[in-house]
């Protein structure tokens, strides 16, 4: 079974401090997202990575960055929290040409409240 | 981009049929997805469905695709209690999938 972790699965932090948030798979997969979740929103991509070193921004990088030194490891990192980065946070991971096209497999989720 | 819409909520008595529709826009779009997340967890891959089939059929699972009109369906039979949860229609895009934002099922006994 493909398995995702994320280091925390709840986390408070105050505005203003830098916050990681690490998710590590363990199939070898190329491809690693990172989306937040909100409430009437559903999922929005913040960045990917489809390889080692290799980033790009998704629909809402703002406020974000990320940091892709391992195959198997993909952090986010959130420089200065603010409130309004309060939130669900997933990973995913995939492998394109391996599998279905698309087909993620999702860690279970870090709820980050910044206050 | 691509958008993904459905329905925010859905609630059905135990037994009943449960219908979840999705619209999307990207008519290129190879794989469609449906994705389950239950309470406090991450999402699941439900079920799938290649963009030249109609129908597939899984257990109590049915999707359903109309190209043609862009639409998808996600058909659950005799819906138990432990259905309730998010479902999320997804569609591939070309390097990430797009999400609709989620319909919420809830199934009373």
């Known amino acids: 079974d493909v398995k995702v972790t994320q280091s925390s699965r709840y986390l408070v932090k105050r505005t203003g401090e830098k916050v990681f948030l690490e998710c590590v798979q363990d199939?070898?997969?190329?491809?690693m997202f990172w989306y937040r979740q909100d409430p009437g929103l559903g999922l929005r991509l913040i960045y990917f990575?489809?390889?080692?070193?290799?980033?790009e921004k998704g629909d809402i990088p703002e406020g974000y960055s990320v940091s892709r030194e391992k195959k198997e490891r993909f952090s986010l990192i959130l420089e200065s929290a603010s409130t309004n980065q309060t939130s669900m946070y997933l990973c995913?991971?995939?492998?394109?040409?391996?599998?279905?096209?698309?087909?993620?497999?999702f860690g279970p989720g870090t709820r980050l409240t910044v206050l | 981009g691509e958008d993904v819409e459905q329905s925010l909520f859905l609630s059905v008595r135990e037994g009943d049929s449960s219908v979840i529709n999705c619209t999307y826009t990207d008519s290129s779009s190879t794989y469609l997805y449906w994705y389950k997340q239950e309470p406090g967890a991450g999402l699941q891959l439900l079920t799938y469905i290649f963009s030249n089939m109609d129908m597939k059929q899984d257990q109590r699972l049915t999707v359903l695709l109309n190209k043609k009109d862009k639409h998808l369906s996600l058909r659950i039979a005799d819906t138990q209690t432990g259905d309730s949860a998010i479902y999320f229609c997804?569609?591939?895009?070309?390097?990430?999938?797009?999400f609709g934002k989620g319909t919420s099922l809830l199934v009373t006994p």
């Open positions: 990575s489809y390889d080692v070193k290799m980033k």
């Open positions: 199939m070898d997969h190329e491809n």
């Open positions: 995913a991971s995939d492998t394109l040409g391996e599998s279905k096209d698309g087909e993620q497999f």
């Open positions: 997804a569609v591939f895009s070309g390097y990430a999938l797009n």
